[in-house]
């Protein structure tokens, strides 16, 4: 009270030192726990943060792009920025709170942007939208901050139920991703992946066949290439195949049991196997018994190819293994005759039902080489040129006398046979021709021809000259008078028919004649038996007297 008494004495304002908080300050403390709040609140709140990698951003952006799983979002794309090394692209996502179980191991994202592809069109309902980031939920291992961004689904869940099997093959090509896995005609699975392993050098796919029909899949089932129409012009002739429509434009594989064989017990998942060209090429995979056996031509080899036939008589035995068969040490000269190696198989497989499991082909083959067994190349197929071996008896070849087996493999004599033996035919017989005396032949064939020819000439100027006798006037005048004459010889013979005159006096005469010569007869044998009876009188002779009969 002393103080201020003083200052309203002296007129100066007393500054008081305020010792407590000011309520000011209230509002911007409260303000600033209120942030403190929301910002813990929004980072422990916050889902998984996930890191995509990929090789194109196509159609993503950062705080705009969204990540859904059947179609409900779960997540947003925060960046995307590229990596130190500018190979890849690394894109920044977050998942809604509570999210985090849908990360596992297995877990699958993939783009889901407007595609044309083998099942159709899809993903239309981005052209308004925008492409989205589609996230599969996994179920095994545990959970994860970086996955693979694909640009296509998934073809198969990894929670599907079935199996997968791989496939091994030595060409690349024969199977994509997406390409159907078919039983008789029937879509049971589905080629996912494929890629080639450089240890193994052949291309590896794997397969995936979903249940019920992976029970399907057994350990002695063949898979082919199933390559919708399949044309072949072998040995064997022309053959076309057709597959079902869903193969026919883009292919797939096809598995089944050979025939005749039953069915085996289930394939495991991972279980690996060889693919076949085609289904034909299956059946000649059955015969793994074989006995080999090398030949040597002295023919052209062209048009004999590995997996022609061996034949004999129609009935197929066997399979030709290479063409040509290296064998170093046979040493043969370009010069001499150099006759080329080809290796066979005789499988005993083939005819064990029409000759028996006991038939000892290899015995019999042994004793056919004694009476005349030779192997031959034979035409196949003449629009192609295909060659296969034909074995056959050839009764006029000499006894074999050669080596049976030469560096360890069973030798087979051959000959000669189909186009070449033709020709060595057609050969000898010019060399026949040749040999006969053609000159002399044709001197004597010319003078034979110029004769012939001189004769003809003679005989037309014959036929001329008769031709201008014929046509002379005197041959015309000659049936006119024939004809006269003829009149009058007819004239002449009515003058001597019956009831003419001169045909009567005729007949008088002649019986005149008759009756004269009648009683001249007795005279005329009187005379015979005693000639001078003209002037002797004759005895008169005595009456005939009967006799009896013998």
Same mark, same amino acid.
């Given at each position: 009270?002393?103080?201020?008494?003083?200052?309203?004495?002296?007129?100066?304002?007393?500054?008081?030192?305020?010792?407590?908080?000011?309520?000011?300050?209230?509002?911007?403390?409260?303000?600033?726990?209120?942030?403190?709040?929301?910002?813990?609140?929004?980072?422990?709140?916050?889902?998984?943060?996930?890191?995509?990698?990929?090789?194109?951003?196509?159609?993503?952006?950062?705080?705009?792009?969204?990540?859904?799983?059947?179609?409900?979002?779960?997540?947003?794309?925060?960046?995307?920025?590229?990596?130190?090394?500018?190979?890849?692209?690394?894109?920044?996502?977050?998942?809604?709170?509570?999210?985090?179980?849908?990360?596992?191991?297995?877990?699958?994202?993939?783009?889901?942007?407007?595609?044309?592809?083998?099942?159709?069109?899809?993903?239309?309902?981005?052209?308004?939208?925008?492409?989205?980031?589609?996230?599969?939920?996994?179920?095994?291992?545990?959970?994860?901050?970086?996955?693979?961004?694909?640009?296509?689904?998934?073809?198969?869940?990894?929670?599907?139920?079935?199996?997968?099997?791989?496939?091994? &093959?030595?060409?690349?090509?024969? +199977?994509? /991703? @997406?390409? %159907? #896995?078919? =039983? *008789? $005609?029937?879509?049971?699975? !589905?080629?996912?992946?494929?890629?080639?392993?450089?240890?193994?050098?052949?291309?590896?796919?794997?397969?995936?066949?979903?249940?019920?029909?992976?029970?399907?899949?057994?350990?002695?089932?063949?898979?082919?290439?199933?390559?919708?129409?399949?044309?072949?012009?072998?040995?064997?002739?022309?053959?076309?195949?057709?597959?079902?429509?869903?193969?026919?434009?883009?292919?797939?594989?096809?598995?089944?049991?050979?025939?005749?064989?039953?069915?085996?017990?289930?394939?495991?998942?991972?279980?690996?196997?060889?693919?076949?060209?085609?289904?034909?090429?299956?059946?000649?995979?059955?015969?793994?018994?074989?006995?080999?056996?090398?030949?040597?031509? &002295?023919?052209?080899?062209?048009? +004999?190819? /590995? @997996?022609? %036939? #061996?034949? =004999? *008589? $129609?009935?197929?035995?066997? !399979?030709?293994?290479?063409?040509?068969?290296?064998?170093?040490?046979?040493?043969?000269?370009?010069?001499?005759?150099?006759?080329?190696?080809?290796?066979?198989?005789?499988?005993?497989?083939?005819?064990?039902?029409?000759?028996?499991?006991?038939?000892?082909?290899?015995?019999?083959?042994?004793?056919?080489?004694?009476?005349?067994?030779?192997?031959?190349?034979?035409?196949?197929?003449?629009?192609?040129?295909?060659?296969?071996?034909?074995?056959?008896?050839?009764?006029?070849?000499?006894?074999?006398?050669?080596?049976?087996?030469?560096?360890?493999?069973?030798?087979?004599?051959?000959?000669?046979?189909?186009?070449?033996?033709?020709?060595?035919?057609?050969?000898?017989?010019?060399?026949?021709?040749?040999?006969?005396?053609?000159?002399?032949?044709?001197?004597?064939?010319?003078? !034979?021809?110029?004769?012939?020819?001189?004769?003809?000439?003679?005989?037309?100027?014959?036929?001329?000259?008769?031709?201008?006798?014929?046509?002379?006037?005197?041959?015309?005048?000659?049936?006119?008078?024939?004809?006269?004459?003829?009149?009058?010889?007819?004239?002449?013979?009515?003058?001597?028919?019956?009831?003419?005159?001169?045909?009567?006096?005729?007949?008088?005469?002649?019986?005149?004649?008759?009756?004269?010569?009648?009683?001249?007869?007795?005279?005329?044998?009187?005379?015979?038996?005693?000639?001078?009876?003209?002037?002797?009188?004759?005895?008169?002779?005595?009456?005939?007297?009967?006799?009896?009969?013998?």
């Amino acid at each position: 009270m002393a103080g201020n008494n003083m200052a309203e004495h002296d007129g100066t304002a007393k500054v008081e030192k305020i010792k407590r908080w000011s309520p000011v300050w209230i509002v911007p403390i409260v303000t600033a726990l209120i942030g403190a709040w929301i910002l813990f609140y929004h980072y422990s709140h916050q889902g998984p943060e996930v890191t995509l990698i990929t090789t194109t951003a196509e159609g993503i952006e950062g705080g705009k792009t969204t990540i859904k799983s059947r179609n409900v979002d779960v997540g947003k794309v925060e960046s995307v920025t590229l990596s130190e090394d500018l190979q890849q692209v690394i894109i920044k996502a977050r998942l809604n709170t509570g999210m985090e179980k849908m990360l596992r191991d297995d877990s699958v994202f993939w783009v889901v942007k407007p595609q044309i592809g083998r099942e159709g069109i899809s993903g239309l309902g981005t052209l308004l939208s925008g492409a989205y980031i589609q996230l599969q939920p996994g179920n095994k291992g545990g959970e994860k901050s970086e996955y693979k961004l694909d640009d296509s689904p998934p073809l198969a869940s990894p929670d599907a139920k079935g199996i997968r099997v791989s496939l091994e &093959s030595e060409r690349s090509g024969q +199977l994509n /991703p @997406g390409d %159907p #896995v078919l =039983f *008789r $005609g029937f879509q049971v699975g !589905t080629v996912e992946t494929s890629h080639f392993d450089p240890k193994a050098r052949n291309i590896k796919y794997q397969l995936f066949i979903r249940a019920p029909y992976d029970t399907l899949v057994t350990d002695n089932v063949r898979f082919w290439k199933d390559s919708g129409v399949n044309f072949d012009m072998s040995a064997a002739g022309m053959r076309v195949e057709m597959g079902s429509l869903t193969t026919l434009f883009s292919g797939g594989v096809s598995f089944d049991i050979p025939n005749g064989w039953m069915q085996g017990n289930e394939a495991k998942d991972g279980d690996s196997y060889k693919l076949f060209d085609d289904q034909k090429s299956i059946q000649e995979s059955l015969y793994t018994r074989h006995m080999d056996y090398v030949m040597f031509f &002295s023919d052209s080899i062209r048009g +004999l190819q /590995p @997996g022609a %036939p #061996v034949e =004999f *008589r $129609g009935i197929r035995l066997g !399979t030709v293994a290479e063409v040509p068969y290296p064998m170093n040490v046979v040493k043969q000269q370009m010069s001499d005759d150099y006759r080329i190696p080809v290796l066979i198989r005789i499988e005993p497989d083939r005819f064990a039902q029409l000759l028996g499991s006991n038939f000892n082909i290899e015995e019999h083959i042994r004793d056919g080489i004694a009476h005349g067994l030779r192997a031959s190349m034979k035409s196949a197929n003449l629009l192609t040129g295909a060659m296969y071996i034909d074995l056959d008896f050839y009764p006029n070849e000499k006894p074999w006398k050669g080596p049976l087996e030469i560096d360890g493999q069973k030798l087979l004599p051959t000959v000669s046979g189909g186009f070449a033996q033709i020709q060595q035919k057609l050969m000898t017989t010019l060399d026949k021709i040749n040999n006969l005396p053609i000159e002399p032949m044709m001197r004597e064939a010319t003078s !034979t021809l110029a004769e012939s020819q001189r004769t003809m000439k003679a005989t037309q100027r014959t036929i001329e000259s008769l031709n201008a006798i014929v046509s002379s006037k005197e041959m015309k005048n000659l049936p006119q008078d024939m004809q006269q004459t003829l009149i009058q010889l007819n004239r002449s013979l009515k003058g001597f028919q019956p009831g003419s005159p001169a045909y009567g006096h005729m007949v008088n005469d002649m019986q005149s004649l008759d009756k004269t010569l009648r009683e001249l007869q007795p005279v005329l044998k009187t005379l015979n038996q005693k000639s001078n009876a003209l002037i002797f009188a004759a005895p008169g002779q005595d009456d005939p007297q009967p006799k009896k009969a013998k």
